[in-house]
């Protein structure tokens, strides 16, 4: 069974890293001096967007792990924690979401009694963990998903050291900067914390507006990685899954993820929290998809595998 994709395209080393580049200062700028604005334009412009597009690139690039019976139960699991954010139920989401880690465990250690056994420990003691902090948790994971792409980078550019490179340094060492204090002289608030889904109770004044900041800057990249870099330079991922889901092919999932981006900008200007929950639900399957295929890399992944 196929697990992990062999770097299908071969991006030229510059322009794929100069844009980052390019990108990453811009979002820096902005996020130290209007994070929620940012955090809000780019919910509103590309949140629907990146949701579609990044089903269609890991859909397309492991399309040999995400299949089957396999795909089937995940589906089922991610969806009812779509329906369990419909309802505010926080613990049943927590609970499923190590579910969906412990599918992808057992599946990759299949026939390792004792690495599943010993996987299977650690993700209860954490799960007891998440439950008795679920406010931590939900923090937790909100500003994991923003550093996801560069697992999924670092897998399709491995004979790209450029691009490797900066994406480690806007991933990992300018939020690090922003954490420490670095650009605590140029940051400043620009609306409300409640607006932004960084906003948490876990932090006061000048950690709470780091952590803002951390997050408007790697969700805007996160936002170029799933709109811009992938789609432009992976084209492979794309082929592959337009052969599974043909009525998805070329212009249609753009124009899809367009319509969606101005029905929930609709549904924001009417009701921010009930635009909020919609998203919020439909995001798990994006989410949550990713913890598993890059669970299964983690475990599974070998020299030369296909």
């Known amino acids: 069974m196929t697990t992990v994709a062999r770097p299908l395209d071969r991006p030229a080393l510059n322009v794929p890293a100069l844009g ?35 089903l269609r690139y890991v859909l397309g690039r492991f399309a040999g792990l995400l299949s089957g019976r396999f795909l089937a139960v995940l589906l089922g699991l991610i969806t ?30 299949r026939g390792r009694r004792f690495a599943m056994a010993a996987l299977v420990a650690v993700l209860a003691g954490a799960a007891a963990l998440s439950l008795t902090h679920p406010a931590h948790h939900f923090v937790v994971l909100t500003h994991l998903h923003n550093l996801v792409p560069l697992a999924f980078i670092w897998e399709w550019a491995r ?8 994406s480690a340094a806007w991933v990992l060492i300018i939020p690090a900067g922003l954490l420490l204090g670095l650009g605590d002289g140029l940051m400043r608030l620009d609306g409300p914390t409640r607006l932004s889904p960084a906003a948490s109770p ?16 790697l969700q805007s990249m996160h936002y170029v990685v799933w709109v811009w870099l992938l789609p ?23 124009a899809l993820g367009a319509f969606a981006a101005a029905i929930l900008a609709i549904v924001l200007w009417a009701d921010y929290g009930t635009g909020r929950g919609i998203y919020a639900s439909l995001a798990g399957y994006h989410a949550y998809l990713e913890f598993p295929v890059l669970l299964v890399m983690l475990m599974s992944f070998r020299k030369g595998q296909s």
């Open 20 to 54: 980052m580049s390019v990108a990453a200062i811009a979002a820096l700028a902005l996020a130290l001096r209007a994070p929620i604005g940012l955090t809000l334009v780019g919910f509103v412009l590309f949140g629907a967007l990146h949701n579609l597009l990044e």
């Open 80 to 109: 009812a924690i779509a329906l369990a954010r419909l309802v505010s139920g926080r613990y049943a989401e927590i609970v499923l979401g190590y579910a969906v880690l412990i599918v992808a465990g057992v599946w990759a250690l």
């Open 159 to 166: 004979n790209s050291p450029m691009i490797r490179a900066v």
């Open 202 to 217: 876990l932090f006061e004044g000048t950690t709470a507006a780091r952590f803002l900041a951390v997050f408007a800057f």
């Open 232 to 254: 432009r330079y992976a084209p492979a991922a794309t082929a592959r899954f337009e052969q599974r889901l043909p009525g998805l092919k070329g212009w249609r999932i753009w």
